[in-house]
């Protein structure tokens, strides 16, 4: 399986923009990028994903490299409530059990300082 | 709406106790799974079901047993605890389908002594 690499840690102000980088170099041609974020104590929530173009929802915005070997999670005025567990994943597009199987990574830990 | 909802959100279990944690969606989805969450060590997937009938196994599956009768339930089985267990479970489903998005419960917090 494709890996992602993501910094362990970030930090940001309130109300500034927030780029969440994830190398994944060996990514292939039919894995979609997604990102989830867990709230303390909390599961996981499905934020965005993308396969090759950019993509933007009401949380945040995906740029993806144009070789996809890379990808970044935009925020675009981190508030408090941004402080989370940012996991950037991979997952396979295709039949079989690998289609239906997200591995979550540690993720990056987003401090958000008033 | 619920969505994924998990029961019990926590629970103390001695060594070789066996338990069940129930996870129920509300969202017709088809596929459903089982995650475990330890500190520093993400979310690793345990069972995984597509369908009702129709369980597979993840990457951590030794010492837990899954079925899934119905398309909304989707119980985890502990046959005999171990401290190793101790842990944070997730249960998450989501529609079949290119890139469905995956809802996940509230988790569930399972200490074993």
């Known amino acids: 399986d494709a890996k992602t690499t993501q910094p362990n840690s970030m930090e940001s102000n309130e109300e500034e923009p927030v780029h969440l980088p994830c190398n994944h170099s060996?990514?292939?041609?039919?894995?979609?990028i997604h990102w989830y974020r867990q709230l303390p104590s909390q599961g996981p929530e499905y934020v965005i994903h993308g396969l090759t173009s950019n993509v933007n929802n009401r949380m945040a915005s995906l740029a993806i490299a144009e070789d996809r070997k890379s990808s970044t999670l935009i925020l675009h005025r981190a508030t408090l409530r941004d402080a989370a567990v940012y996991y950037c994943?991979?997952?396979?597009?295709?039949?079989?059990?690998?289609?239906?199987?997200?591995?979550f990574g540690k993720g990056t830990l987003l401090t958000v300082n008033p | 709406n619920a969505g994924v909802t998990q029961t019990p959100k926590f629970q103390v279990l001695k060594t070789g106790q066996s338990m069940t944690l129930q996870c129920a969606q509300d969202m017709n989805h088809e596929y459903m799974s089982w995650y475990r969450q330890d500190p520093g060590m993400g979310l690793r997937l345990i069972h995984y079901?597509?369908?009702?009938?129709?369980?597979d196994q993840g990457e951590v599956p030794n010492g837990y047993n899954v079925s899934r009768s119905t398309t909304e339930d989707f119980p985890l089985r502990l046959l005999s605890a171990a401290p190793s267990q101790t842990s944070v479970y997730f249960c998450a489903s989501r529609r079949q389908g290119a890139a469905g998005e995956l809802f996940f419960g509230e988790g569930s917090r399972l200490t074993v002594l």
């Open positions: 079901s597509v369908g009702a009938g129709i369980t």
């Open positions: 994943i991979l997952r396979a597009l295709g039949s079989g059990g690998s289609n239906y199987k997200l591995t």
């Open positions: 060996t990514i292939s041609g039919t894995d979609y």
